[in-house]
């Protein structure tokens, strides 16, 4: 099992610019989650899934979408990158989003970089 | 508001010792505790996880202690070995609220040969 995969690891787009950050779990998990992780701060919320065909938003969405394309799949869009939006991007899944005591599993990430 | 507190924010120790990380939390309605490990570069790995009832959770050699009552948790980490190099993030969960985990800023740990 691949556990969450997340492409692509690396990216440079200059402001304005649009990209998807792909994300899938082979783990048969319903909930999915997107952080942003900057330096000096706790990983964020962007947005979550709770499951296939729902979407909501978390602490810090503007600037972003997202679609739950399937069970497996969740990705994030940057419409029209600004500079604040570099920062370090982690998918992550867990059965059930109410269960917390299951755990999250986390993809190894994607760094953007906004010139 | 709820927060996550670690300390200290960075640490430097030699291999072979011990060394503890410090988690405080105002977090409510507290779930759960879990200890994560970053390494550079990668998303992170849970290590432990703690309920309100527990005191105390190991892993090899990671022991993690919970006080409820003063909202406190330790990670300690005995004869630490080089690969032991990563981050300490601290999450607590609530058991409700939009937002269920609340992550700590982390600890990033050095073991110098």
């Known amino acids: 099992n691949a556990g969450v995969t997340q492409t692509p690891k690396f990216q440079v787009l200059k402001t304005g610019q649009s990209m998807t950050l792909q994300c899938a779990q082979d783990?048969?998990?319903?909930?999915m989650y997107w952080y942003r992780q900057d330096p000096g701060m706790g990983l964020r919320l962007i947005y979550y899934?709770?499951?296939?065909?729902?979407?909501d938003k978390g602490e810090v969405p503007n600037g972003y979408n997202v679609s739950r394309l399937n069970k497996r799949e969740f990705s994030l869009r940057l419409e029209s990158a600004a500079p604040s939006q570099t920062s370090v991007y982690f998918c992550?899944?867990?059965?059930?989003?109410?269960?917390?005591?299951?755990?999250?599993?986390f993809g190894p990430g994607t760094r953007l970089t906004v010139l | 508001k709820n927060q996550v507190e670690q300390s200290p924010q960075s640490l430097i120790i030699l291999e072979g010792k011990n060394c503890t990380l410090q988690c405080n939390y105002t977090v409510s309605p507290f779930s759960n505790l879990r200890w994560y490990k970053q390494d550079t570069g990668r998303g992170p790995v849970s290590l432990t996880i703690?309920?309100?009832?527990?005191n105390t959770k190991s892993n090899r050699r990671y022991t993690a202690t919970l006080d409820a009552d003063t909202k406190q948790s330790s990670l300690h980490i005995t004869a630490s070995q080089l690969s032991d190099s990563a981050s300490y993030i601290c999450v607590v969960s609530l058991t409700s609220g939009t937002y269920k985990y609340i992550f700590g800023t982390g600890t990033r740990l050095k073991v110098l040969a």
């Open positions: 703690m309920t309100f009832s527990e």
């Open positions: 992550a899944s867990s059965a059930d989003r109410d269960r917390v005591l299951w755990e999250q599993f």
């Open positions: 783990m048969n998990h319903n909930s």
């Open positions: 899934s709770a499951s296939e065909g729902t979407t």
